[in-house]
């Protein structure tokens, strides 16, 4: 996630007889891509992770044997680069619109069908590039374990929603950078009490990082409505998000994260 102004993409919501203040569901009838500044997405979520903070002023955390190994296999997935040359890489792509898009057959994997899911351009490779094949994979997880969900935060479906609403595929590259950022993830050891209690998640459920994305995901979709935002607000909305992340994670009677209230969010 760079601070080059590159573009992104905005979807926007179009229905018949839309307005802010409705309190029914807004189920748009058509949408347009639309290229702007990145400032929102690039720009604002470098200002999220890189925020100076108390909680991250802590010295480094001692691990067991076990979270010391969850974390290395982790940061290893992390340190995979996407390399759209690699067919693994291809199938995982291919399965993603697979699974958002069951009865619709993709043309290849550059094409502007992409665009539907929320990709900047023609090519989700070049998305890719702000937190490696990790994204793809926490996608994958949240579509094939959250279905619904995914479809709701996809098709935009729940809640009255802005005028201009955040690319669903470029957010959750977004997350996923976010999530490192937060739990010190690249760190040989946390720095901050929210890794290391992580951690002890990761020993117990080797998923658990891909759970706390879809956790993640929903909730900035929750917080997004209730917020009223539109797309200038992204950066607002993942603070936000990021702070109650962090809350809920730190509470005392949390033993795993189906524990975490925001966890109910999610529906399959």
Request: charged share 25%; proline share 3%.
């Amino acid at each position: 996630m760079d601070d080059r102004g590159e573009s992104f993409v905005a979807v926007r919501r179009i229905s018949q007889g839309f307005e802010r203040g409705n309190s029914t569901t807004c189920h748009s009838t058509s949408s347009e891509v639309v290229a702007g500044s990145a400032a929102w997405l690039g720009r604002g979520l470098s200002c999220v992770c890189a925020q100076t903070r108390d909680i991250d002023a802590r010295p480094s955390f001692d691990l067991t044997p076990v979270q010391e190994e969850c974390l290395l296999r982790l940061q290893n997935r992390i340190d995979v680069a996407y390399d759209s040359s690699i067919p693994e890489h291809q199938e995982a792509l291919r399965a993603l619109w697979k699974a958002a898009f069951p009865e619709e057959e993709l043309h290849g994997l550059v094409s502007e069908q992409w665009k539907e899911m929320g990709w900047q351009g023609k090519d989700p490779s070049t998305d890719f590039r702000g937190a490696g094949f990790i994204s793809l994979e926490n996608l994958l997880y949240f579509v094939r374990n959250f279905p619904k969900s995914f479809q709701d935060l996809l098709q935009k479906q729940e809640g009255d929603r802005a005028l201009w609403e955040y690319p669903f595929a470029v957010a959750g590259v977004n997350i996923t950078f976010m999530l490192i950022q937060m739990l010190d993830l690249e760190a040989i050891k946390p720095r901050n009490l929210v890794g290391a209690t992580f951690l002890k998640f990761l020993a117990e459920n080797e998923s658990a990082f891909d759970l706390l994305y879809c956790i993640t995901f929903k909730l900035m979709d929750n917080q997004w409505l209730a917020m009223h935002a539109s797309y200038m607000d992204f950066n607002t909305v993942m603070k936000s998000t990021r702070r109650q992340i962090e809350r809920e994670l730190l509470q005392e009677d949390i033993t795993r994260l189906e524990d975490l209230p925001s966890y109910r969010l999610l529906s399959r």
